[in-house]
Antibody, heavy 122, light 110 residues
Framework: EVQLVESGGGFIKPGGSLRLSCTASGSGFTFSNAWMTWVRQAPGKGLEWVGRIKSKSIGGTTDYAAPVKGRFTISRDDSKNTQYLQMNSLKSEDTALYYC???????????WGQGTLVTVSS | QSVLTQPPSVSAAPGQKVTISCSGSSFNIGNNYVSWYQQLPGTAPKLLIYDNNKRPSGIPDRFFGSKSGTSVTLGITGLQTGDEADYYC???????????FGGGTKLTVL
């Protein structure tokens, strides 16, 4: 069974930067083949897809949602079974619980981590 | 405004059946598989249905999915109080080139 553990969340002022990490563990899971994804959920709101990074074997390309494009960067270190979310120029509307998840096939997301909370406030 | 449209809330009595709809367009639901997620209070989302109507291991057959054109439906039979949760549909949007979720539906088991 695959487990995902996010870390790096915290309290940050608007305009600041933060880097989140997500480390995968578990047997039968080859991290290097996985398309890793970030999803966030603002307090009391629904799920919002942030972006994803494909496996390096097919280019390691990234896709981002419009609200974060140009400010957020997803990367991966397959030697550490870890993906990262570098968040720059943070805004109050980026305040959310950030979940790490995996594209299971192309059209589903499974499993999910427990999330790490990011609070952007002055 | 979500690309996929779900009712904000549904409710039904224990033991009854409920359905949750999710509508989209040819760019998302119409030409791609859809998945459903259950988010129990205070927990992370969990995959409930994938590829429109398949259940992951461990998901009881009380949960089922169907698709027709640009809409999908999640059904739950034999409702239990433990089913009270938020439910989200999701898929890839080929026009926007990003993943889209529905706005979520809060299920109340009266």
């Amino acid at each position: 069974e695959v487990q995902l553990v996010e870390s790096g969340g915290g309290f940050i002022k608007p305009g600041g930067s933060l880097r989140l990490s997500c480390t995968a563990s578990g047997s039968g899971f080859t991290f290097s083949n996985a398309w890793m994804t970030w999803v966030r959920q603002a307090p009391g709101k629904g799920l919002e897809w942030v972006g994803r990074i494909k496996s390096k074997s097919i280019g390691g390309t990234t896709d981002y949602a419009a609200p974060v494009k140009g400010r957020f960067t997803i990367s991966r270190d397959d030697s550490k079974n870890t993906q990262y979310l570098q968040m720059n120029s943070l805004k109050s509307e980026d305040t959310a619980l950030y979940y790490c998840t995996v594209h299971l096939g192309e059209f589903s997301l499974d499993p999910w981590g427990q999330g790490t909370l990011v609070t952007v406030s002055s | 405004q979500s690309v996929l449209t779900q009712p904000p809330s549904v409710s039904a009595a224990p033991g009854q059946k409920v359905t949750i709809s999710c509508s989209g367009s040819s760019f998302n639901i119409g030409n791609n598989y859809v998945s459903w997620y259950q988010q129990l209070p205070g927990t992370a989302p969990k995959l409930l249905i994938y590829d429109n109507n398949k259940r992951p291991s461990g998901i009881p057959d009380r949960f089922f999915g169907s698709k027709s054109g640009t809409s999908v439906t999640l059904g739950i039979t034999g409702l239990q109080t433990g089913d009270e949760a938020d439910y989200y549909c999701g898929t890839w949007d080929s026009s926007l080139s990003l993943w889209v979720f529905g706005g979520g539906t809060k299920l109340t088991v009266l």
